[in-house]
């Protein structure tokens, strides 16, 4: 299963090379062993399962599943908004995931901390000649 509306995990967040590994422990310390409640039924090009995963805060770890693990995530700075699908969300949603990576930004948290952060949809663009010497 995807999370909708965020990316993470390219391997660089940089050009120093800084590596996104945290973002797997933060996404598993919000998630692990949790029940989940995912949303949605869509899919991706490769067939997976793309959807919102929501679980109980916590604060109330057996209450309702209110929490949007993927707001969470960028909101920690450990995930990029994915803002080629904010179409597919409804207007509240877009402006808590924008102010949710504008506060990121600004605090310079998770992936905020390298001075040139570069989105995986660019990395996956760039030749790869270029990401190796991003790497180095």
Avoid at 59 to 81: V, Y
Avoid at 119 to 136: C, E, G, T
């Amino acid at each position: 299963v995807l999370i909708c509306e965020i990316s993470a995990g390219s391997g660089v967040t940089g050009k120093l090379g800084v590596t996104s590994g945290c973002d797997r422990s933060a996404l598993a310390e919000l998630t692990f062993q949790k029940e989940a409640e995912l949303r949605c039924t869509k899919k991706d090009w490769y067939k997976r399962h793309v959807r919102p995963v929501w679980v109980a805060p916590a604060s109330a770890p057996t209450g309702p599943r209110t929490f949007d693990a993927g707001l969470a995530m960028i909101t920690q700075g450990m995930a990029w908004w994915y803002r080629a699908y904010a179409r597919e969300q409804s207007p509240q949603e877009r402006g808590q995931y924008e102010f949710a990576e504008q506060e990121a930004a600004a605090r310079k948290v998770g992936l905020w901390r390298d001075s040139e952060p570069i989105a995986p949809w660019v990395w996956r663009k760039m030749p790869r000649d270029a990401r190796i010497n991003l790497s180095q």
